[in-house]
C-alpha cells in the first residue's frame, strides 16, 4: 500500500488509487458543496415514504377463499353428557384440623357427636399463690347454628385436659391420644336463645392451677385447658376465640388479694373443635359434609379431545340433590372445585373455583374461569388427569351436608363438563 | 453525506417493518422480488443488458465491471394495492436491499461486488367469522416473513468487451403463518398457533456481458437451481402458559432463473432495453412434496431512458438527470385452481445527481394482477421505489 497521508473523498479534486496498483486515475470526485438542495429533496422523500408507509392494514375477509381446507381451524365443543363419554365420582373422608375456624360446635345429635378444646395458657402476674378464688367462668357466645331441636335442655360439660394438644394438627386420629379428667371440672345446664351467651363455672382448684402455671416459664405449656362436650341438648354453635373479639370465648377470674377484688382475664388462648360421625355413601350421590368432612372426587375421560388441543374455554355443571342436602348452618349454595394433583392423597391444587348457580336452572351449580380452563388443557395435553375435588362451602366451620348427583345417576343429572377447543391446522 | 446515508437507513429499516400482501403469498415461498433496482425498474425492470457506472445491476454480476470506483446502493419500495373482490386496500413499504461494489484491480476490471436482498415475501393478512353455542368468534390468518438471500461475488473483463461475473447467494428467511382465533366475549382464552418454517441454502449467480458491438450491449445471467434446508416448527400457546413445539424437516426447492437481455444506446442521449426471464416452477417441491398450483413463470419487458440534456454543459444538474420509460408482462409462479395470473405494468422514473458521483433514483409502476379464477380477482397495483448509490474513491492521495 502506498505510505503519506490519506483521506476518504472531500471537497477537492483528489487522486484515486486501487488496493492492487500503483497507477493513478483522475476520479473526478469533487463535491459540490453548493449541491445541498437535493439532499433536502430525498430527505422530504423519505419522509414522505416514511408517512405513507405508517399505515397497517387491518385484517379483512378477502382472500379467506384461498386458504386451504387444511388450514383452516374453528372451534369445537366436547360434551361429556351429549357424548356419552366416561366418568367416575366417589367421596373421601378429609382428616381436617378447625384450629381456624371462627365457630366451634359442641353435641350429639344426628349421628355426629362435636367436642371442643379450648385453654387460656397466661394470666396477669401476681396472683398465682395469693388471694382468694371467689369465682371463675368461661362465658361463650352462641349462633342461631344447630342440630336437633334448639329449645331442648342442653347440658354442658367442661372436662379438664391433662395431655398436650395443638389446635393446628389435632385431628379425629387424636382423638385416643388424648388424656381428661372423668369429673367434670364445670357444668353448664339448661336452654338459652340463637345469639345469646351462657356461663360455664368451672372448679377453683383447677384455675389456681392455671394461676401458678401461668407465673413459672417452664410451666406455661402445661395449661391444657378444658374440653367441651354437650351429651344432651342436640349441637350447638358458638363463636370461637378466632371470632371477633367482642364474641369470642372468654374466662373470668374474680380473686380478693388483701381485701380487694380483681378480675382477671385469661390471655394467649387457643380453641379447636372436632366432629365424629359415620360417613354417607349415598348411590348415585356425591354427598360433601361440613365439619366431618367429607370430599367428593370426580374424573372425566377426555380421549375423545384431540390431544394437544388448545382449549379455550371448560364449564362444570353439578346438579344439587336439595332432598339429601340440609342448611342447618348457613347452608351455603356453592361448591369449590380443585383440580387434584395426587391421586393417592387427594391433594388439592393451591387455588380452587367457586360454583355459581345457573340462573336458569336452580339446583345447577356451574364452575368455570381459567383454573377450570387449565386444569383441562393439562389433561388434553396428557398430563396427570387425577379429576377434580369437590368441597362443600364453610367446610371448616358448617355441619352441613350439600348432596351432588353422582357420575352414575340420570343422564341428565349427571356431573357435566363442557369444553370448547381449537382444531390444529 | 454520511448524516444522509445513516437518516436512509434508519427510514428503510422503518418501512420495513410494514406488512400488506395478498393471500396468494401464502403460497410456495411467497411473492417473488423482482429483484431489481429503482433506475431497472423505471426502464420496466429490464436489466441483464444494462450497464452502468453508478447503478449495481442485481441481476447480471458481469455488468459490475462498468463500476469505477466503490459503490454503496440500497434501496426501498412502497406498494399500493386494491382488490376489485374487496373495499380494502393493501399496502406496503419494504426495503429492498442494500448492496456494494469495490473496485479491486483495474487493467481487468476486476470488482468485488456483495449485496443483502429480499427473494420473496409472505405477507398476508385475513379473517373469518364462526360461533359455537352461541359464542361468536373471530379467526385471523396472518403470514409474515420471506426469504433474503447474501451475496458475494466477482466480476471482470477478461477481454475486450467480454465481461464476466460470478456471485455465491446465501438463502435465508423465515417464513411464519400465524392462526388466532379469539372469541367477543373476551373473556375465554385465545388460540394462538404458528407454523415456523425456517429456510436456508446455497446457489451461485452468474453472469455474461458483451459490449463489443456498436452501441450494443448484450446480457444473460444465469442463476443456478438451489435446494434449501427448510426446518418447521408447529407451536401452540396454551392457557397453562407453556406450548407444545412440533418439528420437521424437508426441502425447499429454488428453481433455475434464467435471465436474457440486450441494450442500445440509440443516441447519445437515448438508450433502449428489453429483457426475459423464465424460471420453471412446476417440479419444485415445496417441503413434503410438490406443491399443487406452481408452474412457469417468465417476463417480458422493454424500457428506455433518456438524457434530455446530456450535452448541456450549462445545466450541470439537468445533464445528468435521466428520465425513464417502461413496460413488462409477467407471469407469476403461483396458479391457483389452474388458473394462472398475469400482471401488466408501465413504469416510468428519473435519475438525479445528490451530489458529485452519487445519485438517486425514483420509478413508479403501475399494473394490474388479473386471474379467471373467481377466487382471486383482478388486482391493480402501484409501486414506488426509491433507491441511493453512493460513490466512495477510497485510498486518495491529498493534492499538495
Redesign the interface.
Known amino acids: 500500500?502506498?505510505s503519506?497521508?490519506?483521506?476518504?473523498?472531500g471537497d477537492?479534486?483528489?487522486?484515486?488509487?486501487?488496493?492492487?496498483?500503483f497507477?493513478?486515475?483522475d476520479?473526478?470526485?469533487?463535491?459540490?458543496?453548493k449541491?445541498?438542495p437535493?439532499?433536502r429533496?430525498?430527505?422530504v422523500?423519505?419522509?414522505l415514504?416514511?408517512f405513507?408507509?405508517?399505515?397497517?392494514?387491518?385484517?379483512?375477509?378477502?382472500?379467506?377463499?384461498?386458504?386451504p381446507d387444511t388450514?383452516?381451524?374453528?372451534?369445537?365443543?366436547f360434551d361429556s353428557q351429549r357424548d356419552s363419554s366416561a366418568s367416575r365420582s366417589a367421596v373421601y373422608p378429609f382428616e381436617m384440623t378447625h384450629g381456624t375456624a371462627d365457630i366451634i360446635s359442641v353435641g350429639e345429635a344426628e349421628g355426629y357427636t362435636s367436642r371442643a378444646l379450648m385453654r387460656w395458657i397466661y394470666f396477669p402476674a401476681g396472683y398465682a399463690a395469693g388471694g382468694r378464688i371467689v369465682s371463675a367462668t368461661i362465658r361463650l357466645h352462641s349462633l342461631p347454628y344447630h342440630l336437633g331441636d334448639a329449645s331442648a335442655p342442653f347440658r354442658l360439660e367442661a372436662r379438664e385436659i391433662t395431655s398436650f394438644w395443638n389446635s393446628y394438627t389435632f385431628t379425629n386420629t387424636d382423638w385416643a391420644d388424648l388424656k381428661y379428667e372423668a369429673t367434670p371440672a364445670g357444668i353448664f345446664e339448661g336452654t338459652f336463645g340463637d345469639n345469646d351467651s351462657i356461663d360455664i363455672p368451672i372448679d377453683s382448684a383447677l384455675v389456681r392451677t392455671w394461676l401458678i402455671n401461668s407465673s413459672v416459664d417452664s410451666n406455661i405449656t402445661k395449661n391444657y385447658g378444658v374440653m367441651l362436650q354437650a351429651p344432651t341438648g342436640g349441637v350447638r354453635s358458638f363463636y370461637s376465640l378466632d371470632a371477633s373479639s367482642l364474641v369470642r370465648p372468654q374466662l373470668t377470674v374474680i380473686i380478693e388479694l388483701d381485701g380487694v377484688l380483681d378480675t382477671l382475664a385469661g390471655e394467649s388462648a387457643d380453641d379447636t373443635y372436632l366432629v365424629t360421625g359415620a360417613m354417607r355413601e349415598d348411590a348415585q350421590r356425591i354427598v360433601l359434609q361440613g365439619g366431618t368432612s367429607v370430599r367428593g372426587k370426580l374424573y372425566f375421560d377426555l380421549s375423545a379431545i384431540p390431544p394437544?388441543s388448545?382449549?379455550?374455554?371448560a364449564q362444570l355443571y353439578l346438579t344439587k340433590d336439595p332432598d339429601l342436602s340440609t342448611a342447618n348452618y348457613r347452608g351455603a349454595d356453592t361448591v369449590l372445585v380443585y383440580e387434584s394433583v395426587d391421586s393417592t392423597d387427594n391433594v388439592l391444587n393451591s387455588s380452587g373455583v367457586f360454583s355459581r348457580e345457573v340462573e336458569s336452572s336452580p339446583g345447577v351449580y356451574i364452575a368455570d374461569g381459567?383454573l377450570i380452563?387449565?386444569a383441562v388443557?393439562?389433561w388434553v395435553?396428557h398430563k396427570d388427569n387425577y379429576g377434580f375435588i369437590l368441597v362443600a362451602m364453610n367446610e371448616n366451620t358448617d355441619l352441613d351436608r350439600l348432596a351432588l348427583y353422582g357420575a352414575d345417576a340420570p343422564e341428565d343429572k349427571r356431573p357435566r363438563l363442557?369444553v370448547?377447543y381449537?382444531t390444529?391446522? | 453525506m454520511k448524516k444522509l446515508i445513516i437518516a436512509f437507513l434508519l427510514l428503510t429499516s422503518i418501512a420495513g417493518a410494514q406488512n400488506g400482501g395478498t393471500v396468494e403469498s401464502r403460497y410456495g415461498i411467497g411473492e417473488l422480488d423482482l429483484m431489481v433496482t429503482a433506475r431497472q425498474r423505471g426502464m420496466g425492470s429490464t436489466a441483464a443488458g444494462l450497464q452502468s457506472a453508478t447503478d449495481i445491476n442485481t441481476i447480471n454480476p458481469a455488468a459490475w465491471s462498468s463500476i469505477q470506483e466503490l459503490r454503496l446502493q440500497g434501496g426501498m419500495s412502497l406498494e399500493y394495492i386494491t382488490i376489485s373482490r374487496s373495499s380494502d386496500v393493501a399496502k406496503s413499504g419494504a426495503i429492498k436491499g442494500f448492496g456494494f461494489v469495490f473496485p479491486l484491480e483495474e487493467s481487468m476490471k476486476l470488482r468485488l461486488g456483495s449485496a443483502i436482498m429480499p427473494v420473496s415475501r409472505s405477507d398476508y393478512a385475513t379473517v373469518s367469522r364462526g360461533s359455537i353455542n352461541d359464542e361468536a368468534y373471530t379467526i385471523s390468518y396472518e403470514g409474515a416473513g420471506g426469504l433474503s438471500l447474501f451475496r458475494a461475488g466477482l466480476s471482470a473483463e477478461p477481454l475486450p468487451h467480454v465481461k464476466i461475473g460470478a456471485a455465491y447467494n446465501y438463502y435465508f428467511g423465515n417464513i411464519d403463518q400465524n392462526w388466532e382465533l379469539r372469541f367477543d366475549n373476551g373473556s375465554w382464552f385465545t388460540s394462538r398457533q404458528t407454523r415456523a418454517t425456517s429456510h436456508n441454502g446455497s446457489g451461485f449467480l452468474l453472469g455474461l456481458l458483451y459490449d463489443g458491438m456498436k452501441h450494443l450491449s448484450i446480457g444473460a445471467s444465469l442463476q443456478t437451481a438451489a435446494q434449501l434446508n427448510a426446518s418447521r416448527n408447529l407451536v401452540l400457546e396454551y392457557s397453562t402458559q407453556d406450548s407444545t413445539l412440533t418439528g420437521a424437516s424437508g426441502k425447499q426447492d429454488l428453481p433455475m432463473a434464467i435471465d436474457i437481455g440486450i441494450a442500445w444506446e440509440m443516441t447519445d442521449e437515448l438508450l433502449i432495453a428489453a429483457d426475459y426471464r423464465r424460471q420453471d416452477w412446476t417440479e419444485a417441491i415445496m417441503f413434503d412434496g410438490k406443491q399443487t398450483g406452481q408452474g412457469e413463470a417468465y417476463k417480458f419487458a422493454v424500457g428506455a431512458e433518456w438524457y434530455p440534456y446530456k450535452n448541456d454543459l450549462d445545466a450541470r444538474t439537468l445533464s445528468r438527470t435521466a428520465f425513464r420509460l417502461g413496460f413488462y408482462m409477467q407471469q407469476p409462479y403461483l396458479a391457483f385452481e389452474n388458473y394462472k395470473a398475469t400482471e401488466y405494468f408501465i413504469t416510468a422514473g428519473a435519475g438525479f445527481p445528490i451530489f458529485g458521483n452519487n445519485r438517486g433514483d425514483i420509478a413508479l409502476e403501475y399494473g394490474s394482477r388479473s386471474s379467471d379464477s373467481p377466487l382471486l380477482g383482478t388486482q391493480n397495483i402501484m409501486r414506488a421505489s426509491f433507491s441511493v448509490t453512493v460513490g466512495e474513491s477510497w485510498f486518495i492521495r491529498k493534492t499538495e
Open positions: 500500500m502506498l503519506g497521508e490519506f483521506s476518504l473523498a477537492r479534486r483528489d487522486t484515486v488509487f486501487y488496493p492492487f496498483t497507477a493513478g486515475q476520479s473526478g470526485s469533487i463535491v459540490n458543496n449541491e445541498r437535493h439532499v429533496i430525498v430527505t422523500l423519505a419522509a415514504l416514511l405513507l408507509t405508517a399505515c397497517q392494514n387491518d385484517p379483512d375477509p378477502t382472500g379467506i377463499g384461498l386458504i388450514d383452516i381451524i374453528g372451534a369445537l365443543d394437544a388448545i382449549v379455550n374455554f381459567i380452563t387449565r388443557q393439562k395435553n363442557v370448547t381449537t390444529k391446522p
